[in-house]
Nanobody
Framework: QVQLVESGGGLVQAGGSLRLSCAAS????????MGWYRRAPGKQRELVAR???????NYVDSVKGRFSISRDNAKRTVYLQMNNLKAEDTAVYYC???????????????WGRGTQVTVSS
């Protein structure tokens, strides 16, 4: 089996910073794209940032210049550095990874359980 486990969420004041981490574990052969989604109260889930396995990154417009996604392939970990946080960044943040795994060499999208980020204004 494969697991993605997020950490680093919490409560922070507007203007502050947080760093989210997500580590993948299990019978993994390769990890392709990794990324972060978020779901704010009353809103649809949105893709915040994505990084390919050759480090090409994409961001939703609302976080450009404030958030930075990176990955450590040796540690099977993706990070989201969030600076200058705003109240509208409050959401549950979910890690995803497109993963090649198992004895049957399956390839599919895996999700973490999410970590809460709350920004007080």
């Amino acid at each position: 089996q494969v697991q993605l486990v997020e950490s680093g969420g919490g409560l922070v004041q507007a203007g502050g910073s947080l760093r989210l981490s997500c580590a993948a574990s299990g019978s993994i052969f390769n990890i392709y794209d990794m990324g972060w989604y978020r779901r704010a109260p009353g809103k649809q889930r949105e893709l915040v940032a994505r990084v390919s396995n050759d480090n090409i990154t994409n961001y939703v417009d609302s976080v450009k210049g404030r958030f930075s996604i990176s990955r450590d392939n040796a540690k099977r970990t993706v990070y989201l550095q969030m600076n200058n946080l705003k109240a509208e960044d409050t959401a549950v943040y979910y890690c995803i990874g497109e993963i090649n795994w198992g004895s049957m060499m399956r390839r599919d999208i895996r999700w973490g359980r999410g970590t809460q980020v709350t920004v007080s204004s």
